[in-house]
C-alpha cells in the first residue's frame, strides 16, 4: 500500500497589490522591495472575503481533479494561522461548506510549514488504514493580520490557499521520506502577540498594535537559510536522493534571496527551483501548494520525477520531503 497525491486545487484572489501601490501607503519603493525579497505583487482579499473562501475554492477543484467527491473524503486537515475566527477549526467550517459527511476534521498551525506537518499527518493516517483518500489544504489571509504601517513586513505578505488530496494506492507511492522539525525557543522572532490567554485582546494592545505580525527579519532570515538547507539535505539523505537527482525543488515562497541561498547550500541549481514568490509573495501555509500546483500545471514536474518540498514558519518550524512525482494530478 502506498500513497499518493490524486489531486492538487489553488483559491487565489482576484484583487492585486503591486509594489508601486505599496508606495502610496508606506515609505518604500519598488526597487528597494525587488531587491530584497524579489516581491513584485501580490494577490490580497477583497473586502468580504476570508480564509475559508479561498480553502473552498481550493479544496472543490482538488477533489474534482483527483475524480472524487466531497463524500468521498475521510479527513480533512487545515494547515492556517489566520482562521475566519479564533474557534472553531477553519476544517470544521470547510467541511460544513463542502458539504462533506461528518469526517473528522482539525486545523494545524505551525505556521508556514503547516502544509508539510499537514501531509505528514495525512500520509500517516492513510498509512495506519484509517483513511483513504484525505483533503490537505493550506490556507491564510495574511493581509488581515498585516500592519500596513509597519513597511518591513507589510511588504512581504500575501493571501491565498492550495490543496491537496492524497488517497491509498495500491501501486504507487509518492512521499519517500520527511524531516520535521521545531525550536520553541525562537517563537518570539516570529509571532502574533496579543489576542491570546497570554495578552488577552483589549484597549491597551489594539493601540500598541499588538494584533499583528511581528518579526525579527534578520534572524528569521539566518534561521531560513540555515534550516531548509539542513532541512533538505536530511530528507534527500533518508530517501537516498542526491541533487542530480532532482527535478524540481519547491521551496516555502518567502524571499527570492532565502531560496537562492537555501538552493546553494543544498547543492541544487536555480532552474531545478520552482520560485513564484515574485507573484504571490508570502503566503504561509498556502505558499507550498500554490507553487506545487503551478509546477505541475507548467510541466515543471512529470510522472516518476523526484521532487523536494522544504520550508520553515513560525514556532520555529520546519519540515521537508520528498516525493516520486505519480501520474495526472489534474
Same mark, same amino acid.
Given at each position: 500500500?502506498?500513497?499518493?497525491?490524486?489531486?492538487?486545487?489553488?483559491?487565489?484572489?482576484?484583487?492585486?497589490?503591486?509594489?508601486?501601490?505599496?508606495?502610496?501607503?508606506?515609505?518604500?519603493?519598488?526597487?528597494?522591495?525587488?531587491?530584497?525579497?524579489?516581491?513584485?505583487?501580490?494577490?490580497? #482579499?477583497?473586502?468580504? $472575503?476570508?480564509?475559508?473562501?479561498? #480553502?473552498?475554492?481550493?479544496?472543490?477543484?482538488?477533489?474534482?481533479?483527483?475524480?472524487? +467527491?466531497?463524500? /468521498?473524503?475521510?479527513?480533512?486537515? @487545515?494547515?492556517? !494561522?489566520?482562521?475566519?475566527?479564533?474557534?472553531?477549526?477553519?476544517?470544521?467550517?470547510?467541511? /460544513?461548506?463542502?458539504?462533506?459527511? *461528518?469526517?473528522?476534521?482539525? /486545523?494545524?498551525? #505551525?505556521?508556514?510549514?503547516?502544509?508539510?506537518?499537514?501531509?505528514?499527518?495525512? =500520509?500517516?493516517?492513510?498509512?495506519?488504514?484509517?483513511?483513504? =483518500?484525505?483533503?490537505? @489544504?493550506?490556507?491564510?489571509? +495574511?493581509s488581515r493580520i498585516t500592519d500596513w504601517e509597519d513597511r518591513a513586513t507589510c511588504v512581504l505578505f500575501g493571501d491565498g490557499a492550495g490543496a491537496a488530496v492524497l488517497s491509498r494506492s495500491e501501486n504507487e507511492e509518492d512521499f519517500l521520506s520527511f524531516r520535521l522539525g521545531s525550536d520553541g525557543s525562537g517563537a518570539p522572532l516570529l509571532?502574533?502577540?496579543?489576542?491570546?490567554?497570554?495578552?488577552?485582546?483589549?484597549?491597551?494592545? @489594539?493601540?500598541?498594535?499588538?494584533?499583528?505580525?511581528? *518579526? =525579527?527579519?534578520? $534572524?528569521?532570515?539566518?534561521?531560513?537559510?540555515?534550516?531548509?538547507?539542513?532541512?533538505?539535505?536530511?530528507? *534527500?539523505e533518508m530517501a537516498g536522493v542526491k541533487p542530480e537527482d532532482v527535478a524540481c525543488f519547491i521551496p516555502h515562497q518567502a524571499n527570492s534571496r532565502i531560496i537562492e541561498a537555501a538552493a546553494k547550500r543544498v547543492g541544487i541549481s536555480m532552474d531545478k527551483v520552482f520560485v513564484n514568490v515574485d507573484r504571490y509573495g508570502n503566503t504561509s501555509? #498556502?505558499?507550498?501548494?500554490?507553487?506545487?500546483?503551478?509546477? $505541475?500545471?507548467?510541466?515543471? !514536474?512529470?510522472?516518476? /520525477? !523526484?521532487? @523536494?518540498?522544504?520550508?520553515?514558519?513560525?514556532?520555529?518550524?520546519?519540515?521537508?520531503?520528498?516525493?516520486?512525482?505519480?501520474?495526472? =494530478?489534474?
Amino acid at each position: 500500500m502506498g500513497v499518493v497525491i490524486s489531486g492538487l486545487g489553488v483559491g487565489i484572489p482576484q484583487q492585486v497589490l503591486t509594489n508601486l501601490d505599496l508606495e502610496k501607503l508606506v515609505d518604500t519603493s519598488d526597487e528597494w522591495i525587488r531587491t530584497r525579497t524579489g516581491i513584485r505583487e501580490r494577490r490580497i #482579499a477583497a473586502e468580504g $472575503e476570508s480564509t475559508s473562501d479561498f #480553502a473552498l475554492a481550493a479544496s472543490r477543484q482538488a477533489i474534482a481533479a483527483a475524480g472524487l +467527491l466531497p463524500t /468521498d473524503i475521510d479527513l480533512i486537515i @487545515v494547515a492556517t !494561522i489566520t482562521n475566519d475566527m479564533p474557534w472553531p477549526a477553519l476544517a470544521c467550517q470547510l467541511q /460544513d461548506r463542502l458539504a462533506a459527511r *461528518m469526517v473528522p476534521s482539525f /486545523d494545524v498551525s #505551525a505556521g508556514c510549514t503547516g502544509f508539510i506537518y499537514s501531509l505528514w499527518v495525512a =500520509n500517516q493516517a492513510i498509512r495506519a488504514g484509517g483513511a483513504s =483518500n484525505v483533503l490537505v @489544504v493550506g490556507a491564510d489571509t +495574511l493581509s488581515r493580520i498585516t500592519d500596513w504601517e509597519d513597511r518591513a513586513t507589510c511588504v512581504l505578505f500575501g493571501d491565498g490557499a492550495g490543496a491537496a488530496v492524497l488517497s491509498r494506492s495500491e501501486n504507487e507511492e509518492d512521499f519517500l521520506s520527511f524531516r520535521l522539525g521545531s525550536d520553541g525557543s525562537g517563537a518570539p522572532l516570529l509571532c502574533l502577540p496579543a489576542g491570546g490567554s497570554r495578552q488577552p485582546t483589549s484597549h491597551e494592545t @489594539v493601540d500598541a498594535r499588538l494584533h499583528y505580525v511581528k *518579526m =525579527n527579519g534578520a $534572524e528569521v532570515f539566518k534561521f531560513a537559510v540555515r534550516i531548509m538547507a539542513e532541512a533538505a539535505v536530511q530528507v *534527500m539523505e533518508m530517501a537516498g536522493v542526491k541533487p542530480e537527482d532532482v527535478a524540481c525543488f519547491i521551496p516555502h515562497q518567502a524571499n527570492s534571496r532565502i531560496i537562492e541561498a537555501a538552493a546553494k547550500r543544498v547543492g541544487i541549481s536555480m532552474d531545478k527551483v520552482f520560485v513564484n514568490v515574485d507573484r504571490y509573495g508570502n503566503t504561509s501555509a #498556502a505558499s507550498i501548494p500554490i507553487a506545487l500546483y503551478e509546477a $505541475e500545471h507548467e510541466g515543471r !514536474i512529470k510522472p516518476g /520525477d !523526484i521532487v @523536494v518540498l522544504v520550508g520553515f514558519g513560525a514556532g520555529l518550524t520546519w519540515g521537508a520531503s520528498v516525493l516520486r512525482w505519480p501520474g495526472n =494530478n489534474g
